[in-house]
């Protein structure tokens, strides 16, 4: 049998380990769906664990859309304390007493930062500055400034506040917080953003992703999982499960699959992309309306 028909086609939701670069995890994919065409939906960091959703085969079309969804996170906060990289892998670069932050001035301090905002991303990021990743530009030690970007946190709330001390004696305190947000927010730098808010700084020390789109922890697997049995969403129920759904004819379907570009009906106007499925139920096209026609963005059938 070839390798074409032993190889599995769809998403793969992995809840990804700390320690893993999202790269790791595609690398390790290849080996076990014994194929190259693996790539993923947007970047988590190794710090971070949970959602990372892979596509394997034709399946991979998909990413580039799904990455643009909202995301659900959950994390912990360090107010007292900064660090090169606004997380717990970089060095501290300041300390100073967080004890007498008020829970008043916490919620004034998140509330700040909720709805449409405008963020500097961190500079040890994947960001392009001039063609250039952030993060190699600040590990070489360049002086650099990262343009503001919108973004919209849906939700920014805080379940619990602990107080704590840090390694180097400083009274620190740790915020349990939840995250709801556009696609393109860096969580580490809402820490980073709450802390020099409230005058005392601040770092994240745990995230996990919980939610990508409509793909939740619930249906993601470990790589060991993974390795013993491969559960692979197939690209039709990716597809129905994230995109607004549109199906067609047996003629328009053939008219489709043959670059005829379709007139579409008036509900799918300034929907995004749309999935467009045959009457057996088969994923033929991701499309979206153009001046009232359909054009391809990814085609299947």
């Not at 947007?42 to 085969?57: I, N």
């Not at 020390?205 to 939610?211: G, M, Q, S």
């Amino acid at each position: 049998m070839s390798e074409k028909h032993t190889t599995p086609d769809g998403l793969v939701i992995v809840d990804k380990p700390s320690g893993f670069t999202s790269h790791d995890v595609v690398a390790k994919m290849r080996g076990i769906a014994r194929t190259r065409r693996v790539g993923h939906a947007g970047t988590l960091d190794p710090m971070a664990t949970g959602v990372l959703v892979l596509g394997v085969e034709r399946a991979t079309k998909l990413l580039g859309h799904l990455a643009l969804t909202e995301k659900e996170y959950l994390g912990t906060i360090r107010l007292g304390q900064t660090t090169l990289t606004d997380d717990a892998e970089g060095e501290i670069t300041g300390s100073r007493d967080a004890s007498k932050v008020t829970r008043e001035a916490i919620d004034a301090g998140v509330a700040e930062l909720s709805g449409a905002i405008m963020q500097v991303p961190s500079k040890v990021s994947a960001i392009k500055i001039k063609g250039v990743r952030s993060y190699k530009r600040a590990r070489e030690g360049e002086e650099f400034e990262i343009p503001a970007r919108p973004v919209t946190v849906s939700s920014f709330a805080v379940y619990d506040v602990r107080d704590a001390v840090a390694d180097d004696g400083t009274p620190v305190l740790d915020l349990v917080v939840s995250v709801t947000c556009s696609s393109g927010t860096y969580i580490r730098a809402l820490a980073r953003d709450l802390g020099a808010g409230l005058g005392v700084g601040g770092h994240l020390t745990a995230l996990r992703r919980t939610r990508v789109g409509p793909y939740k922890l619930d249906s993601a697997r470990t790589l060991d999982q993974l390795q013993q049995d491969l559960t692979v969403m197939p690209v039709a129920d990716a597809a129905g499960a994230a995109f607004p759904r549109w199906d067609v004819d047996t003629k328009r379907a053939r008219l489709l699959t043959n670059g005829v570009r379709l007139e579409m009906p008036e509900q799918y106007a300034g929907a995004g992309a749309v999935a467009v499925f045959d009457p057996d139920g088969r994923l033929l096209a991701l499309v979206e309306e153009h001046k009232g026609k359909a054009k391809s963005l990814a085609v299947f059938g």
